[in-house]
């Protein structure tokens, strides 16, 4: 079994698109589903993000599985099959494992270096585990590829990079940070990266932070641990007409602020920024024709990012550790997948011995019974010298990484039960 990827992100697809593919809970639950069921799929998860969805699936064969998992997105979006699929991308095996852990490291963030995109990692998991979809080899992945993104992080300087997606909204918005610094600020959300934008507005001096939330609990909790206000979404335009600021990240499917509710609040004609950080949009796109208003969305963000050339950190480091843990991950598992082999081989031949031992018992009845134990005892020395050799040489040599599978020659060789192997492979999730 191997991994494969089929995902769409801000690299390979407009913003509007990737709006089309926008997931609430029950949608993602749905794609997880849907994909686990479908032909050839062991395991399954997804990635979603604001400017990414992408799909893990632990398969038994690849052409197949690419179509049934490229099929779904394309019925998620709408859009024409030949409209989706120059924007998707696949990643295989040892590819599929060098993206991950590309992804967990931020080496494929919009803003390079991030590191929320291990939360929303760990969250896949989280929730592939819960439904019973992210078995043993989806669970060894993924935690291998949240250990490297955390030693990415203490090891080099990437941190160096914007941390998340609000301090790039705002340095684009404001180089100097005066954006932020004394002013009122509204915060739609109570999610991840409202805690992260809460956090950051917070750190650069804002005046009075609000938070607003459909579920005033959330909202509560967030609004505590910075010292900030919580506001239910019914007192939400009194807080708008105060507001110099107003970043928006609830994750709603659908515009949360429209453009006939915040045109009043801003009638005196201040400058008012507003930061769109959902996926689809949380604020109406026609709020940036109002006198006074700056919108920063993640379309315009992803041209600016692109755009920046003048990074302020040595990626090398970053890619160094990312190929290494690649390699590690490999052999580890090229090593692990030679076990289900190793123990159907000492199976059969704790068989044999055994056999040997009731024929022993048939031809000589009155055996001593301290006899019958050193001779059975013999045969298992024997048994485990000659395969001592075999055993520890074919772990040696798949992890060499050739091409031959010496573990498959291993059960030629002996004759070895493929159900048997197939039956430790299940157990063991290799």
């Not at 208003?293 to 990012?305: D, F, P, Q």
């Amino acid at each position: 079994m191997s991994v494969l990827i089929v995902g769409i992100s801000h690299k390979t697809a407009p913003v509007a698109l990737l709006e089309r593919l926008a997931l609430d809970r029950d949608g993602l639950v749905k794609l997880i589903t849907d994909v686990r069921h479908s032909s050839h799929v062991g395991e399954a998860t997804v990635i979603a993000t604001c400017n990414r969805l992408e799909v893990y699936a632990e398969v038994d064969r690849f052409h197949g599985s690419v179509e049934e998992l490229s099929s779904l997105l394309v019925e998620r979006s709408g859009e024409p099959t030949d409209a989706l699929l120059p924007h998707l991308y696949v990643h295989y095996d040892e590819a599929a494992v060098a993206h991950l852990f590309q992804v967990t490291a931020g080496l494929d963030s919009m803003v390079v270096g991030e590191a929320q995109i291990l939360g929303q990692t760990r969250e896949a998991l989280r929730v592939g585990q819960e439904l019973g979809t992210a078995g043993a080899a989806l669970n060894t992945l993924f935690q291998q590829a949240l250990r490297v993104g955390k030693r990415v992080h203490a090891e080099t300087d990437l941190d160096r990079a914007a941390p998340s997606l609000v301090t790039a909204a705002l340095e684009h918005a404001s180089p100097d940070g005066a954006a932020i610094t004394g002013k009122r600020v509204v915060i739609l959300g109570a999610g991840s990266m409202a805690g992260v934008a809460t956090a950051t507005v917070s750190r650069l001096g804002a005046g009075d932070i609000v938070i607003s939330n459909r579920t005033v609990g959330n909202a509560d909790r967030l609004a505590a641990d910075y010292a900030a206000r919580s506001v239910p979404f019914d007192a939400l335009d009194d807080e708008l007409a105060r507001a110099d600021v107003l970043i928006a990240c609830t994750g709603a499917l659908g515009h949360v602020i429209s453009r006939d509710q915040l045109a009043p609040a801003l009638a005196d004609g201040r400058s008012f920024l507003a930061i769109d950080l959902a996926m689809p949009h949380d604020i109406d796109p026609t709020v940036a024709d109002l006198p006074g208003v700056r919108l920063v969305g993640l379309a315009s963000l992803a041209e600016t990012l692109e755009d920046d050339d003048d990074l302020p950190y040595d990626l090398e480091d970053v890619r160094s550790i990312v190929g290494d843990e690649v390699a590690a991950f490999m052999t580890a598992r090229r090593v692990a997948s030679v076990t289900p082999t190793v123990v159907a081989l000492r199976t059969m031949a704790t068989s044999v011995v055994e056999a040997e031992a009731a024929r022993l018992d048939n031809r000589l009845p009155d055996l001593d019974p301290k006899v019958r134990a050193e001779v059975v005892a013999t045969l298992r020395r024997v048994s485990e010298k000659l395969l001592h050799q075999p055993t520890v040489r074919v772990r040696e040599l798949e992890a060499e990484g050739e091409a031959v599978s010496y573990a498959a020659a291993l059960a030629e060789l002996f004759a070895l039960d493929p159900e048997a192997v197939q039956a430790v492979t299940r157990v063991e999730g290799l």
